[in-house]
């Protein structure tokens, strides 16, 4: 006659009376002392330990080196270019020299107007500096430009127009030396130069002692 097993009876009996059914089953220790269906905890710990280290070595790569170093090289000052010397203005077709230049409008003619801009931008053509007044020196260099002004040099023109004698013209001296040889081509006294006036010999500058 065999006797039943009541302890394994027993046993089976135990486990659905503390899980039921309908709850999940437990995990059981495995052979080897691991647990089945959890993380490993040594994997864990190594991934905790590396990321640790990896903290650890961001922190040491700020180094505290004291104050910025500063530059101790000095700054050589700064020199401003000297201005360039007068040599010679480039050759051109001179402003006051061309009657169908002059004659802006094509009427003919030339208008004191038209003759006051062509005068104004031979003085800016003379001015090789820049600085709103004409020496002796760019007169001689604008020589090529200035062509044969009623047959006066340099020196004559400067005499002629210096009003102040103060050795350089101005813009307004220049405009004013122009302007009268404006009046002295005009032969009619008309505020205009025709062709026939401007091709006529033009009479000679006053000499600076019989000018009022």
Same mark, same amino acid.
């Given at each position: 006659?065999?006797?039943?097993? !009541?302890?394994?009876?027993? =046993?089976?009996?135990?486990?659905?009376?503390?899980?039921?059914?309908?709850?999940?089953?437990?995990?059981?220790?495995?052979? =080897?002392?691991?647990?089945?269906?959890?993380?490993?905890?040594?994997?864990?710990?190594?991934? $905790?330990?590396?990321?640790?280290?990896?903290?650890?070595?961001?922190?040491?790569?700020?180094?505290?080196?004291?104050?910025?170093?500063?530059?101790? !090289?000095?700054?050589?000052?700064?020199?401003?270019?000297?201005?360039?010397?007068?040599?010679?203005?480039?050759?051109?077709?001179?402003?006051?020299?061309?009657?169908?230049?002059?004659?802006?409008?094509?009427?003919?003619?030339?208008?004191?107007?038209?003759?006051?801009?062509?005068?104004?931008?031979?003085?800016?053509?003379?001015?090789?500096?820049?600085?709103?007044?004409?020496?002796?020196?760019?007169?001689?260099?604008?020589?090529?430009?200035?062509?044969?002004?009623?047959?006066?040099?340099?020196? !004559?023109?400067?005499?002629?127009?210096?009003?102040?004698?103060?050795?350089?013209?101005?813009?307004?001296?220049?405009?004013?030396?122009?302007?009268?040889?404006?009046?002295?081509?005009?032969?009619?006294?008309?505020?205009? $130069?025709?062709?026939?006036?401007?091709?006529?010999?033009?009479?000679?500058?006053?000499?600076?002692?019989?000018?009022?």
């Amino acid at each position: 006659m065999q006797v039943p097993d !009541r302890t394994r009876s027993d =046993s089976s009996a135990r486990v659905r009376a503390v899980h039921p059914p309908g709850l999940a089953t437990p995990v059981w220790p495995s052979l =080897s002392g691991r647990t089945r269906g959890a993380p490993t905890m040594t994997r864990t710990i190594a991934r $905790i330990a590396l990321l640790v280290g990896l903290i650890a070595l961001a922190g040491c790569e700020h180094k505290e080196t004291g104050p910025e170093e500063q530059d101790t !090289r000095t700054t050589a000052p700064v020199v401003a270019s000297p201005a360039p010397a007068v040599t010679a203005v480039p050759p051109t077709v001179h402003p006051l020299s061309d009657f169908d230049r002059l004659d802006a409008n094509h009427d003919g003619r030339i208008s004191s107007a038209e003759y006051a801009r062509a005068a104004q931008s031979l003085f800016e053509m003379i001015d090789m500096e820049h600085d709103g007044t004409v020496t002796l020196q760019e007169l001689e260099a604008a020589r090529g430009v200035l062509g044969d002004l009623d047959g006066l040099d340099a020196k !004559r023109i400067l005499a002629l127009a210096d009003a102040d004698e103060d050795g350089k013209l101005t813009l307004g001296e220049w405009m004013a030396f122009n302007n009268a040889r404006f009046d002295r081509i005009d032969a009619n006294d008309d505020g205009f $130069i025709d062709r026939a006036e401007w091709n006529a010999p033009h009479p000679a500058p006053p000499e600076p002692s019989a000018i009022p």
